[in-house]
Protein backbone atom coordinates (compact mmCIF):
# COMPACT_ATOMS: atom_id res chain seq x y z
CA UNK A 1 0.00 0.00 0.00
CA UNK A 2 3.13 2.31 0.86
CA UNK A 3 4.33 1.54 -2.78
CA UNK A 4 1.65 2.42 -4.44
CA UNK A 5 0.68 5.79 -2.69
CA UNK A 6 4.68 6.51 -3.29
CA UNK A 7 4.18 5.55 -7.24
CA UNK A 8 1.10 8.05 -6.88
CA UNK A 9 2.79 10.78 -5.67
CA UNK A 10 5.73 10.62 -7.97
CA UNK A 11 2.85 10.57 -11.07
CA UNK A 12 1.58 13.83 -9.49
CA UNK A 13 4.23 15.13 -9.10
CA UNK A 14 5.64 14.46 -12.26
CA UNK A 15 2.49 15.87 -14.02
CA UNK A 16 3.10 19.13 -12.60
CA UNK A 17 6.20 19.23 -13.72
CA UNK A 18 4.91 18.99 -17.08
CA UNK A 19 3.01 22.45 -17.26
CA UNK A 20 4.04 24.59 -19.93
CA UNK A 21 5.53 28.12 -19.28
CA UNK A 22 4.27 31.10 -21.02
CA UNK A 23 4.15 34.49 -20.03
CA UNK A 24 2.10 37.35 -21.86
CA UNK A 25 2.32 41.11 -22.90
CA UNK A 26 -0.81 42.98 -23.85
CA UNK A 27 -0.62 46.74 -25.75
CA UNK A 28 -4.02 48.19 -25.67
CA UNK A 29 -5.00 50.15 -28.53
CA UNK A 30 -7.85 52.68 -29.41
CA UNK A 31 -8.42 53.79 -32.56
CA UNK A 32 -10.27 56.81 -33.21
CA UNK A 33 -11.93 57.35 -36.60
CA UNK A 34 -12.70 61.28 -37.43
CA UNK A 35 -15.96 61.79 -39.80
CA UNK A 36 -14.02 64.02 -42.76
CA UNK A 37 -16.42 66.17 -45.30
CA UNK A 38 -13.70 68.03 -47.46
CA UNK A 39 -15.29 70.26 -50.26
CA UNK A 40 -12.71 71.75 -52.48
CA UNK A 41 -12.75 74.57 -55.51
CA UNK A 42 -10.16 73.76 -58.01
CA UNK A 43 -11.55 76.42 -59.96
CA UNK A 44 -11.35 80.23 -59.44
CA UNK A 45 -13.90 80.62 -57.35
CA UNK A 46 -15.15 84.22 -59.88
CA UNK A 47 -16.73 83.66 -62.59
CA UNK A 48 -17.75 86.25 -64.95
CA UNK A 49 -19.90 86.80 -67.56
CA UNK A 50 -19.92 89.99 -69.56
CA UNK A 51 -22.48 90.86 -72.45
CA UNK A 52 -21.40 93.03 -74.53
CA UNK A 53 -22.44 92.13 -77.70
CA UNK A 54 -26.41 91.87 -79.32
CA UNK A 55 -25.23 87.70 -80.01
CA UNK A 56 -24.12 87.60 -75.88
CA UNK A 57 -27.75 88.67 -75.57
CA UNK A 58 -29.30 87.27 -77.63
CA UNK A 59 -27.69 83.67 -77.54
CA UNK A 60 -26.40 84.26 -73.84
CA UNK A 61 -23.49 83.08 -72.75
CA UNK A 62 -22.24 79.86 -71.44
CA UNK A 63 -18.91 78.86 -69.25
CA UNK A 64 -18.06 75.28 -70.04
CA UNK A 65 -16.39 73.72 -66.71
CA UNK A 66 -16.78 77.19 -64.84
CA UNK A 67 -16.28 75.39 -61.28
CA UNK A 68 -14.62 72.50 -60.31
CA UNK A 69 -15.64 70.85 -57.27
CA UNK A 70 -13.74 67.37 -55.16
CA UNK A 71 -15.31 65.82 -52.58
CA UNK A 72 -13.45 63.75 -49.90
CA UNK A 73 -15.48 62.19 -47.47
CA UNK A 74 -15.63 59.49 -45.00
CA UNK A 75 -18.87 59.82 -44.22
CA UNK A 76 -22.01 59.50 -46.34
CA UNK A 77 -22.85 62.46 -48.19
CA UNK A 78 -25.02 65.07 -50.07
CA UNK A 79 -23.84 67.67 -51.88
CA UNK A 80 -26.58 70.98 -52.82
CA UNK A 81 -26.04 74.03 -54.17
CA UNK A 82 -28.45 77.60 -53.66
CA UNK A 83 -27.62 81.28 -54.01
CA UNK A 84 -27.26 82.70 -51.07
CA UNK A 85 -29.96 85.61 -51.60
CA UNK A 86 -33.37 85.87 -53.43
CA UNK A 87 -31.93 88.24 -56.28
CA UNK A 88 -28.67 89.48 -58.14
CA UNK A 89 -26.81 92.17 -55.90
CA UNK A 90 -26.55 95.47 -58.09
CA UNK A 91 -22.94 97.15 -57.64
CA UNK A 92 -23.86 99.99 -60.45
CA UNK A 93 -26.25 100.93 -62.59
CA UNK A 94 -25.38 101.90 -66.61
CA UNK A 95 -29.07 103.23 -66.82
CA UNK A 96 -32.01 104.45 -65.37
CA UNK A 97 -34.42 102.21 -67.08
CA UNK A 98 -35.14 98.55 -66.34
CA UNK A 99 -35.41 96.71 -63.39
CA UNK A 100 -32.53 96.28 -61.07
CA UNK A 101 -34.27 93.31 -59.28
CA UNK A 102 -32.87 90.14 -61.02
CA UNK A 103 -33.94 86.89 -59.47
CA UNK A 104 -31.27 84.24 -58.71
CA UNK A 105 -32.34 82.23 -61.07
CA UNK A 106 -31.42 83.85 -64.05
CA UNK A 107 -28.61 81.61 -63.68
CA UNK A 108 -28.49 78.25 -65.44
CA UNK A 109 -26.33 75.76 -63.94
CA UNK A 110 -25.89 71.53 -65.24
CA UNK A 111 -23.67 68.93 -63.68
CA UNK A 112 -21.57 67.17 -66.52
CA UNK A 113 -23.06 63.72 -64.74
CA UNK A 114 -26.41 63.04 -63.31
CA UNK A 115 -27.34 62.79 -59.91
CA UNK A 116 -27.55 59.00 -59.24
CA UNK A 117 -29.40 59.37 -55.94
CA UNK A 118 -32.75 60.28 -58.23
CA UNK A 119 -33.44 63.45 -56.25
CA UNK A 120 -36.19 65.57 -58.10
CA UNK A 121 -34.66 68.87 -58.12
CA UNK A 122 -31.60 69.05 -59.82
CA UNK A 123 -28.83 69.93 -62.38
CA UNK A 124 -28.64 66.99 -64.51
CA UNK A 125 -29.60 69.58 -67.36
CA UNK A 126 -29.39 73.35 -67.23
CA UNK A 127 -31.70 74.48 -64.90
CA UNK A 128 -32.18 78.12 -63.08
CA UNK A 129 -30.60 78.37 -59.85
CA UNK A 130 -33.36 78.84 -56.81
CA UNK A 131 -32.61 81.66 -54.40
CA UNK A 132 -32.70 81.18 -51.03
CA UNK A 133 -36.11 81.08 -50.31
CA UNK A 134 -37.20 79.19 -53.07
CA UNK A 135 -34.11 76.18 -52.29
CA UNK A 136 -36.04 76.04 -48.76
CA UNK A 137 -32.46 75.90 -47.02
CA UNK A 138 -33.01 77.40 -43.47
CA UNK A 139 -30.42 77.10 -41.10
CA UNK A 140 -27.79 75.43 -43.80
CA UNK A 141 -30.34 71.94 -43.78
CA UNK A 142 -32.10 71.16 -46.95
CA UNK A 143 -35.67 70.42 -47.81
CA UNK A 144 -37.23 68.35 -50.99
CA UNK A 145 -37.25 71.79 -53.03
CA UNK A 146 -33.39 71.97 -52.35
CA UNK A 147 -31.35 71.31 -55.85
CA UNK A 148 -28.84 68.37 -54.82
CA UNK A 149 -25.72 67.81 -57.22
CA UNK A 150 -25.39 64.23 -55.59
CA UNK A 151 -27.74 62.76 -52.64
CA UNK A 152 -31.13 63.89 -51.32
CA UNK A 153 -33.10 64.91 -48.62
CA UNK A 154 -33.64 61.20 -46.78
CA UNK A 155 -31.28 58.72 -45.45
CA UNK A 156 -32.32 56.21 -46.91
CA UNK A 157 -30.49 53.43 -48.83
CA UNK A 158 -29.29 55.35 -52.44
CA UNK A 159 -30.42 58.71 -50.95
CA UNK A 160 -26.75 59.43 -50.12
CA UNK A 161 -23.30 59.22 -51.52
CA UNK A 162 -20.64 56.98 -49.91
CA UNK A 163 -18.03 57.79 -48.76
CA UNK A 164 -14.64 58.24 -50.65
CA UNK A 165 -11.71 60.06 -52.38
CA UNK A 166 -12.27 62.52 -55.40
CA UNK A 167 -8.87 61.17 -57.04
CA UNK A 168 -10.00 57.27 -56.35
CA UNK A 169 -13.78 58.15 -57.15
CA UNK A 170 -13.95 60.63 -60.76
CA UNK A 171 -17.06 59.58 -61.55
CA UNK A 172 -18.79 60.15 -58.17
CA UNK A 173 -16.66 62.55 -56.72
CA UNK A 174 -15.55 64.78 -59.05
CA UNK A 175 -18.16 67.68 -60.22
CA UNK A 176 -17.50 69.91 -63.15
CA UNK A 177 -20.42 72.75 -63.56
CA UNK A 178 -21.12 74.46 -66.30
CA UNK A 179 -22.77 77.79 -65.82
CA UNK A 180 -25.28 79.73 -68.69
CA UNK A 181 -26.98 82.98 -68.75
CA UNK A 182 -29.28 84.18 -71.53
CA UNK A 183 -30.48 87.66 -71.04
CA UNK A 184 -32.31 87.85 -74.70
CA UNK A 185 -33.37 91.30 -76.10
CA UNK A 186 -34.61 93.01 -74.41
CA UNK A 187 -33.04 91.26 -71.30
CA UNK A 188 -35.93 89.49 -69.78
CA UNK A 189 -34.36 86.31 -68.78
CA UNK A 190 -36.72 83.91 -70.65
CA UNK A 191 -34.79 81.19 -69.31
CA UNK A 192 -35.32 82.12 -65.61
CA UNK A 193 -38.08 80.35 -63.47
CA UNK A 194 -38.89 83.48 -61.98
CA UNK A 195 -40.17 86.20 -63.93
CA UNK A 196 -38.65 89.89 -63.76
CA UNK A 197 -40.76 92.50 -62.32
CA UNK A 198 -41.93 95.36 -63.64
CA UNK A 199 -41.16 96.77 -66.69
CA UNK A 200 -40.07 93.33 -67.07
CA UNK A 201 -36.50 94.05 -68.49
CA UNK A 202 -33.54 94.33 -66.68
CA UNK A 203 -31.41 97.69 -65.69
CA UNK A 204 -28.03 97.66 -67.69
CA UNK A 205 -25.82 97.58 -64.56
CA UNK A 206 -22.92 95.37 -62.98
CA UNK A 207 -24.51 92.88 -60.86
CA UNK A 208 -23.39 89.55 -59.14
CA UNK A 209 -24.57 86.80 -56.94
CA UNK A 210 -22.96 84.39 -54.55
CA UNK A 211 -23.45 80.69 -54.97
CA UNK A 212 -23.10 78.29 -52.25
CA UNK A 213 -22.16 74.65 -52.83
CA UNK A 214 -22.79 72.77 -49.03
CA UNK A 215 -21.64 69.14 -48.43
CA UNK A 216 -23.37 67.87 -45.40
CA UNK A 217 -23.34 64.71 -43.94
CA UNK A 218 -26.66 62.04 -44.67
CA UNK A 219 -27.74 62.82 -41.31
CA UNK B 1 15.51 2.07 7.81
CA UNK B 2 14.39 0.12 4.55
CA UNK B 3 10.99 2.34 4.79
CA UNK B 4 12.64 5.47 4.50
CA UNK B 5 14.82 4.61 1.83
CA UNK B 6 11.69 4.81 -0.38
CA UNK B 7 10.44 8.05 0.88
CA UNK B 8 14.40 9.34 0.82
CA UNK B 9 14.64 8.64 -2.34
CA UNK B 10 11.23 10.41 -3.61
CA UNK B 11 12.56 13.51 -1.55
CA UNK B 12 15.47 13.78 -3.62
CA UNK B 13 13.81 13.10 -7.24
CA UNK B 14 11.40 15.60 -5.90
CA UNK B 15 14.29 18.15 -4.84
CA UNK B 16 15.52 17.39 -8.31
CA UNK B 17 12.71 18.29 -10.43
CA UNK B 18 12.04 21.37 -8.43
CA UNK B 19 15.71 22.51 -9.69
CA UNK B 20 14.69 21.16 -13.57
CA UNK B 21 12.05 23.35 -13.09
CA UNK B 22 13.35 26.63 -11.35
CA UNK B 23 15.87 26.24 -14.43
CA UNK B 24 13.11 26.43 -17.25
CA UNK B 25 11.32 29.87 -17.42
CA UNK B 26 9.97 31.67 -20.17
CA UNK B 27 9.07 35.36 -19.64
CA UNK B 28 9.02 38.98 -21.20
CA UNK B 29 11.98 41.29 -18.89
CA UNK B 30 11.10 44.66 -18.70
CA UNK B 31 7.39 44.73 -19.56
CA UNK B 32 5.97 48.33 -20.32
CA UNK B 33 1.96 47.38 -21.35
CA UNK B 34 1.45 50.55 -23.57
CA UNK B 35 -1.42 52.57 -24.36
CA UNK B 36 -1.39 53.84 -28.40
CA UNK B 37 -3.70 55.51 -30.46
CA UNK B 38 -4.79 56.14 -33.73
CA UNK B 39 -6.00 59.15 -34.98
CA UNK B 40 -7.62 60.22 -37.81
CA UNK B 41 -8.36 63.05 -38.91
CA UNK B 42 -6.95 63.75 -42.71
CA UNK B 43 -7.90 62.02 -45.92
CA UNK B 44 -4.77 61.07 -46.27
CA UNK B 45 -4.18 59.15 -42.87
CA UNK B 46 -7.19 57.27 -43.55
CA UNK B 47 -6.03 56.55 -47.69
CA UNK B 48 -2.19 55.84 -46.63
CA UNK B 49 -2.33 54.44 -42.68
CA UNK B 50 -1.00 55.73 -39.95
CA UNK B 51 2.16 53.73 -38.39
CA UNK B 52 3.44 53.91 -34.78
CA UNK B 53 6.87 52.46 -35.14
CA UNK B 54 8.73 50.72 -32.28
CA UNK B 55 5.97 51.19 -30.22
CA UNK B 56 6.86 47.99 -27.68
CA UNK B 57 10.17 46.01 -27.32
CA UNK B 58 9.66 42.45 -25.88
CA UNK B 59 12.77 41.20 -24.42
CA UNK B 60 12.74 37.45 -24.40
CA UNK B 61 14.38 35.48 -21.09
CA UNK B 62 13.69 32.23 -21.61
CA UNK B 63 16.64 29.80 -19.80
CA UNK B 64 16.56 25.85 -20.21
CA UNK B 65 13.54 26.16 -22.79
CA UNK B 66 12.99 26.66 -26.34
CA UNK B 67 10.16 29.09 -26.69
CA UNK B 68 7.49 30.12 -29.52
CA UNK B 69 6.65 33.93 -29.58
CA UNK B 70 2.82 34.08 -31.32
CA UNK B 71 0.38 37.55 -31.42
CA UNK B 72 -3.40 37.82 -31.71
CA UNK B 73 -5.95 40.29 -30.68
CA UNK B 74 -8.16 39.97 -28.27
CA UNK B 75 -11.82 41.32 -28.77
CA UNK B 76 -15.72 40.69 -27.37
CA UNK B 77 -16.72 39.46 -30.67
CA UNK B 78 -13.55 37.82 -32.14
CA UNK B 79 -12.20 38.76 -35.11
CA UNK B 80 -13.26 42.58 -35.02
CA UNK B 81 -12.88 45.73 -32.88
CA UNK B 82 -14.87 46.77 -29.86
CA UNK B 83 -16.90 50.25 -30.27
CA UNK B 84 -16.43 52.54 -27.82
CA UNK B 85 -18.86 55.23 -29.59
CA UNK B 86 -20.24 55.59 -32.61
CA UNK B 87 -20.09 59.59 -34.05
CA UNK B 88 -22.53 59.27 -36.76
CA UNK B 89 -25.04 56.69 -38.34
CA UNK B 90 -23.33 56.13 -41.70
CA UNK B 91 -21.10 53.29 -42.24
CA UNK B 92 -20.17 49.65 -41.32
CA UNK B 93 -19.02 49.96 -37.48
CA UNK B 94 -17.74 46.35 -37.98
CA UNK B 95 -14.24 47.00 -38.17
CA UNK B 96 -12.03 43.57 -38.60
CA UNK B 97 -8.94 43.54 -36.95
CA UNK B 98 -7.01 42.96 -39.31
CA UNK B 99 -7.14 46.25 -41.13
CA UNK B 100 -4.44 46.49 -38.10
CA UNK B 101 -0.88 45.21 -39.10
CA UNK B 102 2.52 44.65 -37.28
CA UNK B 103 5.60 44.81 -38.07
CA UNK B 104 8.06 42.54 -35.52
CA UNK B 105 11.87 42.38 -35.56
CA UNK B 106 15.41 42.31 -34.42
CA UNK B 107 18.51 42.44 -35.88
CA UNK B 108 19.32 39.41 -36.18
CA UNK B 109 15.99 39.21 -38.69
CA UNK B 110 15.12 35.95 -36.93
CA UNK B 111 11.24 36.46 -37.30
CA UNK B 112 9.69 34.32 -39.34
CA UNK B 113 7.10 36.77 -40.74
CA UNK B 114 10.32 39.09 -41.99
CA UNK B 115 10.75 42.85 -41.88
CA UNK B 116 7.22 43.44 -43.46
CA UNK B 117 4.20 44.25 -41.83
CA UNK B 118 1.60 41.22 -41.41
CA UNK B 119 -1.93 41.45 -40.68
CA UNK B 120 -3.15 40.85 -37.32
CA UNK B 121 -6.03 38.25 -36.49
CA UNK B 122 -8.11 37.20 -33.33
CA UNK B 123 -5.64 35.35 -30.57
CA UNK B 124 -7.87 31.96 -31.55
CA UNK B 125 -5.89 32.13 -34.79
CA UNK B 126 -2.64 33.79 -33.97
CA UNK B 127 0.59 34.86 -35.98
CA UNK B 128 3.32 33.04 -35.23
CA UNK B 129 6.60 35.04 -35.13
CA UNK B 130 9.11 32.12 -33.46
CA UNK B 131 7.80 28.57 -33.67
CA UNK B 132 4.64 27.25 -34.43
CA UNK B 133 1.59 25.05 -32.19
CA UNK B 134 3.93 21.76 -32.63
CA UNK B 135 6.87 21.33 -31.17
CA UNK B 136 9.90 22.86 -33.45
CA UNK B 137 13.08 21.64 -33.99
CA UNK B 138 15.78 23.64 -32.06
CA UNK B 139 17.06 26.47 -33.71
CA UNK B 140 19.96 28.68 -32.57
CA UNK B 141 20.47 32.65 -32.62
CA UNK B 142 21.20 33.54 -36.33
CA UNK B 143 18.87 31.32 -38.03
CA UNK B 144 14.88 32.09 -39.02
CA UNK B 145 12.55 30.74 -36.43
CA UNK B 146 16.03 31.34 -33.48
CA UNK B 147 13.85 29.62 -30.76
CA UNK B 148 16.80 28.64 -28.41
CA UNK B 149 16.91 28.85 -24.66
CA UNK B 150 18.62 32.34 -24.21
CA UNK B 151 18.26 35.52 -22.96
CA UNK B 152 17.93 39.29 -24.23
CA UNK B 153 21.02 40.11 -21.87
CA UNK B 154 23.43 38.40 -24.00
CA UNK B 155 21.91 37.97 -27.23
CA UNK B 156 19.46 40.75 -27.79
CA UNK B 157 19.98 40.92 -31.24
CA UNK B 158 17.81 37.64 -31.18
CA UNK B 159 16.15 37.66 -27.93
CA UNK B 160 14.89 41.08 -28.55
CA UNK B 161 11.68 42.62 -30.47
CA UNK B 162 11.15 45.59 -31.39
CA UNK B 163 7.47 46.28 -32.89
CA UNK B 164 5.86 48.37 -35.47
CA UNK B 165 2.01 49.26 -35.98
CA UNK B 166 -0.09 50.37 -38.30
CA UNK B 167 -3.59 51.10 -39.10
CA UNK B 168 -5.14 51.47 -42.51
CA UNK B 169 -9.14 51.45 -42.34
CA UNK B 170 -9.60 53.02 -45.56
CA UNK B 171 -13.29 55.21 -45.81
CA UNK B 172 -16.06 52.72 -45.31
CA UNK B 173 -16.47 52.51 -41.74
CA UNK B 174 -18.33 54.23 -39.39
CA UNK B 175 -16.69 57.32 -37.90
CA UNK B 176 -16.20 56.52 -34.30
CA UNK B 177 -13.56 55.40 -31.60
CA UNK B 178 -13.04 51.63 -31.48
CA UNK B 179 -10.41 49.76 -29.03
CA UNK B 180 -8.79 46.02 -28.94
CA UNK B 181 -5.71 44.59 -27.38
CA UNK B 182 -2.78 43.03 -29.11
CA UNK B 183 -1.59 39.73 -26.80
CA UNK B 184 2.18 38.72 -27.13
CA UNK B 185 2.13 35.49 -26.16
CA UNK B 186 5.49 33.77 -24.95
CA UNK B 187 5.12 30.39 -24.80
CA UNK B 188 7.65 27.11 -23.89
CA UNK B 189 7.66 24.94 -26.90
CA UNK B 190 6.27 21.26 -26.23
Known sequence: MKKIFLFLAMLGFSATSFAQLSDEEYAYV??????????????????????????????????FNATKLDVDATVAWDLFAYASTDRWVQVDAYSTNGTPLLPAEI???????????????????????KGLGNSQVGNGIPTVATQFLAGQVGTAVNQSYAPGAAAANPATNQFRLH??????????????????????????GYYYLEVVYALVEDL | ???????????????????????????????????????????????????????????????????????????????????????????????????????????????????????????????????????????????????????YNTQPQCYTFKVDLKATPGLNYRAGSYSLRVDFILMQDL
Not at chain 1, 191 to 202: D, M, T
Not at chain 2, 75 to 100: E, M
Open chain 2, 1 to 151: MKNLLPLFTFFLLSAASFSHINAQTVSFALKTTPNVNFDFNTIEKYQKGIIIPSFLTLRVESPGAEWDLYVGTTTTTNGFFDVNNAYGSSGNSSIPVNILQARVYNTANTTQTGTSFFNLSDISSPNYIIGSSGNDPAAPCGVTGANAAGS
Open chain 1, 107 to 129: LEIQAIRPNASGATNNFNSFVSL
Open chain 1, 179 to 204: YKIKPGIPATFPNSVVPLGAPGYAQA
Open chain 1, 30 to 63: TMDLQGILNLTMTTDPTVNFSFKSIPDYQQGITK
